[in-house]
């Protein structure tokens, strides 16, 4: 039986750029989900928080990559929380911003 790492040898640098990139879309799939649910709002909710609809709220999660930083700050203040930015720079110097 092949392993993961198996199958992900016998791709192409390209296909594992692809991967990786797929992968890191739905980390953040799941860490929107997983933030409006420790604050136990539901989508609808959230929308109404937002001023927006249920289904844009649902689609936001869904975005991934794609995700503006304008509209995940916004998607953040309607739980009560402050978006900020860190930037890990070469030599381990880290920058702070709020946003």
Not at 49 to 70: F, H, N, T, Y
Request: glycine content about 6%; aromatic content about 4%.
């Amino acid at each position: 039986m092949k392993t993961l790492n198996d199958l992900r040898a016998t791709l192409t640098p390209d296909e594992q750029r692809q991967v990786s990139d797929k992968v890191a879309q739905m980390r953040l799939d799941t860490q929107l989900f997983k933030l409006r649910e420790a604050m136990e709002k539901t989508q609808r909710e959230q929308a109404t928080a937002m001023g927006i609809a249920q289904p844009s709220v649902a689609a936001i999660e869904a975005r991934g990559e794609d995700l503006k930083i304008a509209t995940l700050k916004r998607y953040v203040e309607a739980l009560g929380g402050e978006l900020t930015l860190a930037v890990n720079m070469p030599g381990g110097r880290r920058i702070d911003f709020t946003l």
